[in-house]
């Protein structure tokens, strides 16, 4: 019984980190207007990023909410120092971008920084996981797999099964 309880508090202090995240998220995106919003403006708004890529489009910056969210987002800032896009990485169009062969740093910056790294020194390779939500509220895992030269060998989604109550 007290197991039970502990397990229930667990979550719901998780789903309640998660809704305040999501919340700031909504809050902060919608302070932000592409083609007027500097690149001041978006990191006064989200901090620091968690990398930074450059782009035929410009400085893009990495905003992860993995592991305990299910999106990370991309802010392009482009050459004039406004923000030319924000999105939403983790969605079904970018997970079939995924492809054998595809190296590690093009997965990276596509989908930004996985929730979980799990290596399996037997085979040589290494899944990465990306917690997200398939529409309309679907908890999902995208997870890729890496072989010891840093390539995609293969990838799937599935459904997220640490959300499911034990």
């Known amino acids: 019984m007290a197991r039970s309880r502990t397990r229930l508090r667990l979550v719901a ?20 207007e592409e083609g007027v919003s500097t690149e001041a403006d978006v990191r006064a708004r989200f901090g620091q990023p968690e990398n930074i890529w450059d782009s035929p489009q410009g400085r893009v910056f990495e905003y992860n909410r993995q592991p305990q969210g299910q999106k990370n987002y991309m802010i392009t800032i482009g050459a004039d120092g406004k923000m030319s896009a924000l999105r939403q990485v983790l969605t079904p ?26 290596p399996y020194p037997l085979k040589n390779q290494t899944d990465w996981e990306w ?28 459904p997220d099964r640490s959300t499911e109550a034990n």
Do not use: H
């Open 13 to 32: 202090a998780l789903l309640s980190t998660v809704f305040w995240l999501a919340a700031c998220d909504v809050k902060r995106i919608s302070e932000l």
């Open 93 to 118: 169009e970018n997970f079939d971008k995924v492809r054998p062969g595809m190296p590690m740093e093009d997965l990276r910056k596509l989908l930004g920084k996985p929730a979980k790294r799990t």
């Open 131 to 158: 917690r997200w939500v398939q529409p309309p509220n679907s908890p999902m895992v995208f997870t890729a797999t890496l072989s010891d030269d840093q390539r995609v060998v293969s990838a799937a989604s599935s």
